[in-house]
């Protein structure tokens, strides 16, 4: 088991950048899940970017604004956030998971005005 908790959100200009940290308790090098979701107010969570067993997607929505880097020795998952757009505003959350079992974190708010 492993908790998860993400940081570095907050308010930020259209066009700014934002860093979101993803801390864990314990080693995330042994899941082969790794990603961030968000979910905006009224609507359901969607995926943002997700590495799987190595190979990496991104929602279209974020491709080329997006990176997510995976930092082994710190049991951080970061996602750096560049050219925010309002329609970014949502809850973030990271999750990692194995053979079917996941685990998420709290979330983290960002929020993007225009």
């Known amino acids: 088991q492993v908790q998860l908790v993400e940081s570095g959100g907050g308010l930020v200009q259209a066009g700014g950048s934002l860093r979101l940290s993803c801390a864990a308790s314990?080693?995330?090098?042994?899941?082969?899940?790794v990603g961030w979701h968000r979910q905006a107010p009224g609507k359901l969570r969607e995926l943002v970017v997700v590495i799987t067993n190595g190979i990496t997607n991104y929602a279209d929505s974020v491709k080329g604004r997006f990176t997510i880097f995976v930092d082994n020795a710190k049991n951080t998952v970061y996602l750096q956030m560049n050219s925010l757009k309002p329609e970014d505003t949502a809850a973030y959350y990271c999750?990692?998971?194995?053979?079917?079992?996941?685990?998420w974190g709290q979330g983290t708010q960002v929020t993007v005005s225009s």
């Open positions: 314990g080693s995330i090098s042994h899941f082969n899940v």
């Open positions: 999750g990692v998971g194995r053979f079917g079992k996941d685990y």
